[in-house]
């Protein structure tokens, strides 16, 4: 069982910056990719972005160049450092961790991105 708590989400103008953080604990050992979804109200959650254990990472198109996901695994924690943020990037935010195939999910953090 992996447990992840997110924090660093809140309220920014459009073109601000923000910085989501994600800690793992319980069978931290066990984690393989972990990454960040997002879910705005009415739509599906949506892959933003993964970061393998070895720190290769794949974004979705729409956030290519202006967000960055990194990980430290000496604090079993993942980041995504969110710039030049978008009205359409308001949404609820997700990090996930695969753990032999299983996603295990975190509360979410609310960004909300005014214009």
């Known amino acids: 069982q992996v447990q992840l708590v997110e924090s660093g989400g809140g309220l920014v103008q459009a073109g601000g910056s923000l910085r989501l953080s994600c800690a793992a604990s319980?069978?931290?050992?066990?984690?393989?990719?972990m990454g960040w979804y997002r879910q705005a109200s009415g739509n599906q959650r949506e892959l933003v972005a993964t970061?393998?254990?070895?720190?290769?990472?794949v974004y979705v198109d729409s956030v290519k160049g202006r967000f960055t996901i990194s990980r430290d695994n000496a604090k079993n924690t993942i980041y995504l450092q969110m710039g030049v943020l978008k009205p359409e990037d308001t949404a609820v935010y997700y990090c996930?961790?695969?753990?032999?195939?299983?996603?295990?999910w975190g509360q979410g953090t609310q960004v909300t991105v005014s214009s």
């Open positions: 996930n961790a695969e753990v032999y195939g299983i996603l295990n």
């Open positions: 970061i393998s254990r070895g720190g290769s990472t």
């Open positions: 319980g069978r931290i050992f066990s984690i393989s990719d």
